[in-house]
Nanobody, 123 residues
Framework: QLQLVESGGGLVQPGGSLRLSCAASGFTLDNYAIGWFRQAAGKEREGVSCISISGGSANYADFVEGRFAISRDNAKNTVYLQMYSLKPDDTAVYYC????????????????WGQGTQVTVSS
């Protein structure tokens, strides 16, 4: 069974940082591009970032404004989302998901999702 597990969320003050991790169980992440998404209470899920299979390409939503960095360590079967300069508007549940090809990052063709990790930015 393909399973993704996100971790690293928590409560952080505005301007703080967090690093989220997305680990795979039962399969290897290096066969997939990986997307990070988030969903705030009462809002629709939105894409945050996506990274190619090799890690050589990545894209970010406009609202990231250079504050986040996605990376992957295929040897550890893990993808990361480093978040800096966090704002209250970044409060959401963050999810990772697999997609077969990097060119599909902006589509709905994701095939496995994690359960999410809560990020709360508040003073």
């Amino acid at each position: 069974q393909l399973q993704l597990v996100e971790s690293g969320g928590g409560l952080v003050q505005p301007g703080g940082s967090l690093r989220l991790s997305c680990a795979a169980s039962g399969f290897t992440l290096d066969n997939y591009a990986i997307g990070w998404f988030r969903q705030a209470a009462g809002k629709e899920r939105e894409g945050v970032s996506c990274i190619s299979i090799s890690g050589g390409s990545a894209n970010y939503a406009d609202f990231v404004e250079g504050r986040f960095a996605i990376s992957r360590d295929n040897a550890k079967n893990t993808v990361y989302l480093q978040m800096y300069s966090l704002k209250p508007d970044d409060t959401a549940v963050y999810y990772c998901a697999t997609v077969d090809y990097y060119r599909q990052c902006a589509t709905t063709e994701y095939n496995a999702w994690g359960q999410g990790t809560q990020v709360t930015v508040s003073s």
